[in-house]
């Protein structure tokens, strides 16, 4: 199983980001997947998530309106694209996966829900 995330780097507030996770290994396509992020000296908190066809998406209250979370079932990538960065979302972001069976769905902000995990991309958002 690999979950590969690029996209990261430096960028200024109110600037735009756009990461991606290249997933193998596993049913990808029947996954639930999300992103994470984490901050240093904090614990990893959620960002979003997203279904097998996208037809539902979960995110934290902090980046809704701004991150936009989407998948390429074909190409076994998800993205995040987001916008409007402000400084309080430097962080390293990860990308996860919930393969079949998943978990409740309830569950989709806890980082017990999902079973793989990618190495991480450093954002980091600052003038």
């Known amino acids: 199983v690999q979950l590969q995330a690029s996209g990261g780097g430096l960028v200024q507030p109110g600037g735009s980001l756009r990461l991606s996770c290249a997933a193998s290994g596993f049913t990808f396509s029947n996954s639930i997947m999300a992103w994470f992020r984490q901050a240093p000296g904090k614990e990893r908190e959620f960002v979003a998530a997203?279904?097998?066809?996208?037809?539902?998406?979960w995110y934290a209250d902090s980046v809704k309106g701004r991150f936009i979370i989407s998948r390429d079932n074909a190409k076994n990538t998800v993205t995040l694209q987001m916008n409007s960065l402000k400084p309080e979302d430097t962080a390293v972001y990860y990308c996860?996966?919930?393969?079949?069976?998943?978990?409740?769905?309830?569950?989709?902000?806890?980082?017990?829900?999902?079973?793989?995990w990618g190495q991480g991309t450093l954002v980091t958002v600052s003038s």
């Open positions: 997203l279904m097998w066809r996208g037809s539902n998406t």
């Open positions: 996860a996966a919930d393969p079949p069976p998943t978990t409740i769905l309830s569950s989709r902000r806890f980082t017990w829900a999902y079973d793989y």
